[in-house]
């Protein structure tokens, strides 16, 4: 199994209760696209090529977003539920509002939490291993500090 990398920092903000203190960040390698992630599904034993398996990633993002739009939320069961959120500005009434306050919509999502979930926050977190920046494994230690910022 691939280990994650974390990067290390200390924090410098001394209005901050976690000043001093030092945390970590996961680090990212790369950014997957469609095309990426439907080549790595093919390679996972599917007898369809990859670009059927795009064609129907593709036509999945499609509807995602037309479901989103007409204000469902889309449950992706074991994994997430996303739905829109948006940022508003306030008026004094409330016939006042009008779409013109509307500043941002953005798409949120709440991890699949289920015992059966296998990206559950507590099974994630039991199946992952780490190594730092320069390579090392991590040792696993103590469980430490609940203010985990990273």
């Known amino acids: 199994m691939a280990k994650l990398l974390i990067k290390t920092y200390?924090?410098?903000n001394s209005k901050n209760s976690a000043y001093g203190k030092t945390y970590g960040r996961l680090v990212c390698h790369d950014t997957m696209n469609t095309s990426d992630l439907c080549r790595h599904m093919m390679k996972h034993g599917t007898i369809?090529?990859?670009?059927?398996?795009?064609?129907v990633v593709e036509k999945f993002i499609n509807c995602f977003?037309?479901?989103?739009?007409?204000?469902?939320?889309?449950k992706l069961d074991g994994l997430d539920t996303f739905y829109l959120s948006i940022n508003t500005e306030g008026v004094a009434k409330e016939d006042q509002f009008t779409a013109n306050n509307v500043k941002a919509i953005r798409i949120k999502f709440i991890g699949d939490q289920s015992k059966e979930s296998e990206y559950a926050t507590k099974m994630l977190t039991s199946k992952a291993k780490f190594r730092s920046m320069s390579g090392e494994p991590l040792s696993e230690g103590d469980e430490g500090d609940e203010n985990n910022n990273g």
Do not use: A
């Open 48 to 55: 369809f090529t990859s670009d059927v398996v795009k064609g």
């Open 65 to 74: 977003e037309e479901l989103l739009m007409e204000g469902n939320k889309i």
């Open 10 to 12: 200390k924090n410098n």
